[in-house]
């Protein structure tokens, strides 16, 4: 069974086979929401350190993120707030209203004959090193280590195509998404959701889009876990407003009222109403890095170690310009080698040989922008444990 | 001259002279324009570091800061975009308009004649300390030292009386300030302004006012470059939020698109139209302290020196637990002694006697707030240069 489910993913699905179960058909003919459901749904085989499995929250190990720039989905983070809901293409739609000329309610097969676009884009949670905050003063949530981060390659329609066909109406000024999953908080169930800007929405930074209706993730339908059969990717965003499983977008003059935009994913000190309305959301990703190789405690020899990690720019569309590595707690810095590509809204990889004695007792990574920002020494602790990105240190043993 | 101003804001306005002014009148008679513009704008001598004179931009020294928890508005730092414009009592009227029930035109007089409240704030630019971060990389607009704070008395009647009086409409969300001031910003001429949440212009922290509709500022009538005759005093937010020279309150659903809501006044890294767009207002200052005694390159003596200064907890209504300093690099740290009052919203004045030795090269505070959360000991760069709070270090020169 698993290398069975493995191998489905693998060899791919055709664009005949999309467009057949988008139909709601099969070489067998037409089938029912249950066999639908289940050959669709079926999942690669994953390797993570599981934080939850109900909802599905589970990171990368270290060493399996260094080895692949395009991140395999085995290897891909997982972060959800409900089951993975069940989907029936027959009658599976996306509407699309609020502020628009023509609503519009569309199936997949509807979004596979729109003009379809790939983009490459770094995701990552909102509270990667969340376990950093903690380490401060201890919060909620997933203790998510340096792993909630991954780069794909999706595939589907710029979101501003969908706007354009529906026709914005004067006064717009966010795009809300909602899922089709059934998030429980206390007694309320409501599906998972937020907004981003109109401006972003209807970006095109030199070629990516400033967000996308994805239908694929590395050329292969998406997986369940990562929002089959719909779901939104927002490059350079926090991976909160690429909301999965999407079933609504709403056009409005107004941000999302949706607790994951409004109540959640936004810096806070403190858990009060005022202090939520009083604190914009989250939108950017911010510049961050990581050591992945050694990990730490590692037993290093005293002389030259091979030092090996990831960076990622800023969401605003930067790049990495310089990766730094220092044995001494940061006396000394040695620029690494970004090994692969270096674009926009993605990650680079990279690597070092380092210089290690018996004084050494942790390494240190800091990246910098293209603009020449500094990833910053120390962060301040917020609430929920988002955004940090101070350098990163792993503590090693030298003898 | 100068003698003559001063003495007459010392001396102090009587309620009676207030509400004759208010209504037009003095003891002679009814005045016209030119006469009450005079008089009653006539300022205080200040004893400012001037960054710029019309508009006029000046902070404390900050030997002067430190001897006083009420900051007298001769040390009172004046932070403005436009210069200050006339007023004609007998015509002057605060406007409150959008969503409410009733429209009202306020004069002063129609605001004295409602409740009147007092309240102690601390006001501070949220580009204090500014300079610090064009040190790292040079930021536009006025180099602010760490003088850009004061702690004043304001009087005057609740934001949330005055929306009571004029109904507030279901749906309403924040509330514009608007100034009758004159800002140029290219072609364009417009007042100052900005926005609050609606919770805050409703909010009561226990007996503090969300938002206080001010006239008075040490028990006199507002100084001109304080806003005169009417400003909002906003407890908690950065000075912009505390629009001087008010003359128009309005209701909304939405933000002020205000020029200094929508494009100023956010942590952005870039001037690009979606950087602003995705970043929020600032709202609430943030945690800050400065050592204002001794001053950088002061020469002292080894053995005990006695260090002063100010320290600010964050807005949202904690106070200052500890002010800690070090002469040695933060190795060690000293708790100073909060001398005075220690409230919220309000700046607190520390003192300690800290061992320096020819090793001390500078000396470094930190304060931490009632929750427990230290000031940080880096922050990032922003392109507006705001909200710089980092640990603050003088460099000294021990004999």
């Not at 991140?71 to 599976?92: C, K, M, Q, W, Y």
């Not at 966010?174 to 007694?187: L, M």
């Not at 990622?312 to 080698?337: C, F, H, M, Y």
Request: glycine share 10%.
């Amino acid at each position: 069974m698993r290398t069975e489910q493995r191998d489905r993913v693998t060899d791919g699905w055709s664009r005949r086979e999309w467009l057949q179960a988008a139909a709601g058909l099969t070489a067998t003919g037409v089938l029912g929401r249950s066999s639908w459901a289940q050959p669709v749904v079926a999942d690669v085989e994953k390797q993570l350190v599981v934080h939850t499995t109900v909802p599905h929250n589970a990171e990368a190990a270290l060493n399996d993120l260094v080895g692949h720039w395009l991140t395999p989905v085995e290897h891909f983070f997982v972060r959800s707030h409900a089951p993975v809901p069940e989907v029936d293409l027959a009658t599976f739609r996306v509407s699309v209203e609020g502020m628009v000329e023509q609503p519009l309610e569309l199936s997949v097969g509807d979004l596979q004959e729109m003009p379809q676009t790939g983009t490459i884009a770094t995701l990552t949670c909102a509270g990667n090193r969340r376990s950093e905050h903690s380490a401060v003063r201890t919060v909620a949530g997933v203790q998510w280590k340096e792993g909630a981060i991954g780069n794909a390659q999706w595939g589907g329609v710029r979101l501003a195509d969908v706007l354009k066909r529906a026709g914005i109406k004067p006064g717009a000024k966010h795009i809300w998404f909602e899922s089709i999953d059934q998030v429980k908080k206390g007694d309320d169930t409501f599906g998972f959701g937020g907004s981003i800007p109109i401006e972003k929405a209807m970006a095109d930074h030199d070629g990516v889009p400033g967000a996308l209706v994805t239908l694929r993730m590395n050329d292969q339908p998406l997986p369940p876990d990562h929002g089959y059969p719909v779901r939104m990717v927002v490059p350079g965003y926090v991976g909160a407003r690429s909301v999965k499983w999407l079933g609504r977008i709403v056009v409005s003059d107004q941000p999302s009222p949706n607790h994951y935009l409004a109540g959640a994913y936004r810096v806070v000190t403190e858990n009060t109403p005022l202090a939520w309305v009083e604190s914009g959301p989250i939108y950017n990703y911010i510049m961050n890095s990581a050591i992945c190789d050694p990990t730490a405690e590692a037993e290093l020899r005293a002389g030259r170690a091979t030092v090996r990690g990831y960076a990622l720019p800023p969401g605003n569309g930067r790049t990495i310009s310089k990766v730094e590595v220092s044995g001494d707690d940061g006396k000394t810095w040695q620029a690494a080698n970004i090994t692969g590509q270096n674009v926009p809204y993605c990650w680079v990889l990279w690597q070092a040989s380092l210089p290690v004695t018996s004084a050494t007792s942790e390494l240190i990574v800091r990246a910098t922008d293209s603009e020449g920002l500094v990833q910053p020494q120390t962060v301040p602790w917020n609430l929920k444990g988002y955004m940090f990105n101070a350098w990163h240190h792993v503590p090693v043993n030298v003898t």
